[in-house]
């Protein structure tokens, strides 16, 4: 299993980002995955998840700003992150539960500064 992280940067306050989340080394289409997040000094916290019907659902700081969504042809899965705040600033990860592991990504940087 896989997962490579592509997309952050440093962006303006009220500024958007699309991050990308690249599988493989398991059949993509059945397993649902989740956006991560941990920002300095805080915990690791989940940020968004689609299941394998493109069923949604998000932690409500990021509801109504972040859009997450996946391509099943191109084993991707896409976080649009939108109205952007300093407190989003933090290295997200995408993850997915595959027989009873979790997986994650190295992560990608998303710093929010003016």
């Known amino acids: 299993v896989q997962l490579v992280e592509s997309g952050g940067g440093l962006v303006q306050p009220g500024g958007s980002l699309r991050l990308s989340c690249a599988a493989s080394?398991?059949?993509?289409?059945?397993?649902?995955i989740r956006w991560y997040r941990q920002g300095p000094g805080k915990e690791r916290e989940s940020v968004a998840i689609i299941g394998i019907g493109g069923t949604t659902a998000y932690e409500d700081s990021v509801k109504g700003r972040f859009t997450i969504s996946r391509d099943n042809t191109k084993n991707t899965v896409f976080l649009q992150m939108n109205s952007l705040k300093a407190e989003d600033t933090a290295k997200y990860y995408c993850?997915?539960?595959?027989?009873?592991?979790?997986?994650w990504g190295q992560g990608t940087q998303v710093t929010v500064s003016s």
């Open positions: 993850s997915v539960l595959y027989y009873g592991a979790r997986y």
């Open positions: 080394g398991f059949t993509f289409s059945r397993y649902g």
